[in-house]
């Protein structure tokens, strides 16, 4: 529960400090206008040819009588709007990073600026650095089918689906949204995806605590656009406390990770969030 607790202040802290620099707001909002008219197209238009597509897929079912062939067909629909949206949620992600890439690492380096100490920097130009962002998207989102395929199988046992499967959902969207927000800090530290996956592993309590409130409010037309640059922020925060060793901040001695398990409880970092200790 302390790791739960400690990831959501993790999100807080990044929606405090883009509220505390507010020009960093208004610059992390524009990915996030892009993104969001293109999927609201998306959605849309899968929202009013969803029903199409399920009647297409099951034409073994045209012969059935009332209310049989409405209520499968009606269920069908339902489910792949949701697998529609659980995409959505996930990709959204990766596609605003993707196309705010300049955006979304300069406000990183901003927010490790302001914490003090060094500010590590990727040193690889541009297109590289959207190759390998794009690269790694694609493993994660490799992943995240396979879970989503998974999830929509079991959403057709009874009772099960219904109310295990959409919290197993939730819980899979947050931990690999997570995943995305962490890789804008993580890769200028010239931590690989195999790595990344690793370190986010080791908490995933933390990490499910930052991500499924996340995933919950990016449920709401337009709030994922407001909150996405304080998600970046609060997951810039989260990453130099994941990292073994010691953290940038000047004269402190604070640590995160498994590591933190053997030592000495350290001093609390200026910002007041850093990791939770671990017992």
């Not at 790791?3 to 929606?15: E, F, H, M, S």
């Not at 080791?202 to 996340?214: C, D, H, I, K």
Request: net charge neutral; charged share 15%; glycine share 12%.
């Amino acid at each position: 529960m302390r790791d739960l607790a400690g990831g959501l202040r993790y999100l807080l802290a990044g929606q405090r400090w883009v509220m505390g620099h507010g020009r960093w707001l208004g610059f992390g909002l524009l990915p996030g206008l892009v993104s969001f008219a293109l999927y609201a197209g998306a959605l849309i238009g899968l929202g009013y040819g969803a029903d199409d597509l399920v009647a297409w897929a099951t034409p073994f079912a045209d012969g059935w009588s009332s209310p049989w062939l409405g209520l499968v067909r009606g269920f069908l629909t339902a489910l792949v709007f949701c697998l529609g949206l659980f995409l959505a949620v996930i990709t959204f992600t990766a596609v605003t990073l993707l196309i705010g890439q300049p955006f979304y690492e300069s406000l990183s380096e901003q927010v490790d600026r302001s914490e003090g100490g060094e500010v590590p920097a990727s040193g690889l130009p541009l297109w590289l650095e959207l190759w390998v962002s794009a690269r790694d998207s694609v493993k994660v989102l490799g992943r995240v089918l396979l879970y989503g395929i998974l999830l929509f199988a079991l959403g057709f046992i009874p009772v099960i689906g219904q109310t295990v499967v959409p919290v197993l959902g939730f819980c899979v969207s947050g931990y690999f949204l997570t995943q995305e927000l962490t890789a804008v800090a993580l890769q200028r530290r010239k931590v690989d995806l195999h790595d990344r996956l690793a370190l986010l592993r080791s908490r995933r309590m933390l990490v499910l605590g930052f991500g499924v409130p996340l995933v919950l409010a990016f449920l709401v037309p337009l709030v994922a656009v407001f909150l996405m640059p304080g998600a970046v922020a609060g997951a810039t925060l989260m990453a130099r406390d994941l990292m073994p060793g010691p953290a940038p901040k000047a004269g402190s001695e604070r640590e995160a990770g498994p590591e933190a398990e053997r030592r000495e409880p350290a001093a609390p970092p200026a910002n007041g969030f850093g990791p939770p200790p671990v017992y």
